[in-house]
């Protein structure tokens, strides 16, 4: 985001509150480059952060006094006392930077208020983590703020929990972990065990590649249920494996492994999908550190084949943007996020970029789907203030 668009938040803040903000601060919605559904499993995971982002113009408050206004939903500030927070007692937008200040004040941060202005290029809904960048942008202000000193991960699980506990969604620590801890021109790996975590190179346009991403614009309406179920069946290939998470599974144990649940068809495939995930994660950060980029684009396509067949979380919608990208050239593709729905990444060179963009978008139109919004990502910075 630009001068411009930061100057626009600015004058909005103005606009609403009256006063100059005490400062503006900016925190990106991600891509998972690999390691799906592997968070819930204690594995590993590989995201990097988009150039997209929300950005917030920010005040503090000594009155007890929270109000919060979006520019992209509209209407007048909406105005909450931050003693009356409660988790699970609001189900619209505000639910996510409110819930930031309860898991602040939870956690025994003394917050008196704030007034909060901010808009976002994050595409919501679309499996980029719109919701963590608003969460992480408004935890990173009142850090400021409020002098609280809290570095980049224990601001990520707080917003963690706010949208665990408050907003009552049970998502893993990955996208907050990316909002507040990505840096450019790399991706994140993280272990979310021991939430250790490491930069890996991934500078793309320095090697004459591109990373695409196509917004299929779906959400399948089952996909909640769908998610609870794929998790109670990891749970379970656990606890029938004796093993406290999948990720205790190493990869040359697997037919072992399988063999022993012969009998559940079910646990047999979401087993193989993490243990073998988790190993493409470990691959691709060796072939990254080695410079070897272009070897990864196997490695992807490999990990939609698993979440295709194995886990079974793609649909018509992305399994025709891999599929059609694959054949006009690509380097690489798949699903990324949770599935049913959301965006996939295509890795491709930059002189196929215009190419395989319209390959998709006429396979799309030919199938009667409603046109995918296609954008490139760089691998852009986390959380940072602005001004
Ligand atoms: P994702 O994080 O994949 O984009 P979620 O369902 O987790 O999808 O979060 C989307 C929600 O985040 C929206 O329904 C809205 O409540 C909130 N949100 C995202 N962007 C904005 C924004 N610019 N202004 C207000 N609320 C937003
Ligand atoms: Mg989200």
């Not at 009356?84 to 025994?108: H, I, K, M």
């Not at 656990?238 to 697997?254: H, I």
């Amino acid at each position: 985001m630009g001068a411009a668009a930061q100057e626009q938040v600015r004058g909005g803040f103005t606009a609403r509150y009256g006063a100059e903000p005490d400062g503006i601060w900016a925190a990106p919605g991600r891509v998972n480059l690999i390691g799906e559904h592997t968070d819930y499993n204690d594995g590993f995971v590989m995201p990097f952060a988009l150039p997209h982002q929300a950005v917030a113009a920010v005040s503090r408050r000594a009155d007890g006094v929270l109000r919060l206004h979006s520019a992209d939903i509209g209407g007048d500030p909406v105005e909450l006392r931050v003693a009356d927070l409660a988790p699970e007692s609001d189900r619209s937008w505000t639910a996510y930077p409110s819930g930031v200040v309860w898991a602040l004040r939870e956690a025994g941060h003394e917050i008196t208020g704030a007034d909060v202005h901010l808009a976002s290029t994050v595409p919501s809904g679309a499996g980029l983590s719109s919701s963590a960048a608003l969460e992480v942008v408004v935890a990173l202000a009142l850090n400021d703020l409020y002098g609280l000193g809290l570095r980049g991960r224990q601001l990520a699980r707080l917003c963690q929990r706010a949208e665990n506990v408050y907003v009552g969604a049970p998502v893993g620590i990955m996208d907050q972990t990316a909002a507040a801890c990505c840096e450019a021109g790399h991706a994140l790996f993280l272990d979310t065990r021991d939430l250790a975590q490491r930069q890996i190179p991934f500078d793309l346009a320095a090697e004459g590649m591109r990373l695409l991403v196509v917004d299929t614009q779906v959400k399948h309406s089952h996909s909640e249920g769908e998610y609870g179920k794929r998790r109670a069946g990891c749970e379970r290939g656990a606890a029938l494996l004796g093993v406290a998470a999948l990720r205790d599974v190493a990869v040359d144990e697997l037919d072992a492994a399988l063999e022993r649940l012969a009998d559940d068809e079910e646990a047999q495939r979401l087993v193989r999908h993490i243990v073998t995930e988790n190993a493409r994660v470990e691959r691709v950060v060796a072939l990254l550190e080695a410079g070897d980029t272009r070897a990864i684009g196997p490695v992807l396509v490999a990990g939609h084949a698993s979440l295709r067949d194995d886990f079974r979380i793609s649909c018509p919608e992305l399994d025709l943007v891999v599929d059609t990208a694959l054949a006009s050239g690509a380097l690489g593709a798949r699903m990324t996020g949770g599935g049913f729905g959301g965006s996939a990444i295509v890795l491709v060179e930059a002189a196929d970029v215009d190419g395989v963009t319209k390959a998709v978008e006429g396979a799309f139109a030919d199938a009667g789907f409603t046109a995918p919004r296609v954008f490139e990502a760089v691998p852009s910075a986390g959380a940072r203030r602005l001004a």
